[in-house]
């Protein structure tokens, strides 16, 4: 009696330290998948619903304004997103996980959009050269910045990663 009484221990104490609301983090073979929006999160970070666990998602490839510091277009380009995806079942072909556990994947949306190559389109997000050499990003930003769409309009118009390192620096 003792060894079950202590199994049931175990997995209650296991139980109680799961974070509600904690991200899903899916094996290898499960990275390409369909599942709900239910969360824009920002630019380019949405909340997906993936067998009843909410599964957060990075989009691959681009760098939008920051919502959070109020970078001039951060809130527009979540509202770009919300209206490219938000509640709607999406196909998610996930890369690889960050080290914020957020899975880095490409978005297709019911409409069979590309919801990232859309958000450069809508000149709604730079392409994020850091982590990101494929030439078609670049060529839909070269485009978006020549025809002065979205976050174009400005021609002084700060990347994410230089905002976050001034704020980063100004915090200091």
Same mark, same amino acid.
């Given at each position: 009696m003792g060894k079950i009484s202590l199994f049931v221990l175990l997995l209650t104490l296991q139980a109680c330290m799961i974070q509600p609301g904690e991200s899903k983090t899916l094996n290898n073979s499960k990275l390409f998948f369909d599942a709900k929006v239910i969360?824009?999160?920002?630019?380019?970070?949405?909340?997906?619903?993936?067998?009843?666990?909410?599964?957060?998602?990075?989009?691959?490839?681009?760098?939008?304004?920051?919502?959070?510091?109020?970078?001039?277009?951060?809130?527009?380009?979540?509202?770009?997103?919300?209206?490219?995806?938000?509640g709607k079942m999406v196909t998610v072909q996930g890369q690889k996980y960050d080290r914020y556990k957020r899975l880095i994947a490409v978005i297709i949306n019911d409409k069979k959009q590309v919801v990232n190559q859309e958000m450069i389109k809508l000149g709604m997000a730079w392409h994020f050269?850091?982590?990101? *050499?494929?030439?078609?990003?670049?060529?839909?930003?070269?485009?978006?910045?020549?025809?002065?769409?979205?976050?174009?309009?400005? *021609?002084?118009?700060?990347?994410?990663w230089e905002w976050r390192e001034k704020k980063h620096n100004l915090d200091k």
């Open positions: 969360r824009i999160l920002d630019g380019d970070t949405m909340e997906v619903l993936y067998e009843n666990h909410p599964v957060k998602i990075r989009l691959a490839h681009i760098d939008c304004p920051e919502k959070r510091g109020k970078q001039p277009f951060g809130t527009k380009a979540k509202q770009a997103l919300s209206d490219l995806c938000f050269k850091k982590y990101s *050499s494929d030439p078609l990003y670049a060529q839909l930003e070269i485009n978006a910045r020549k025809n002065k769409i979205g976050l174009w309009q400005d *021609s002084t118009a700060v990347a994410p």
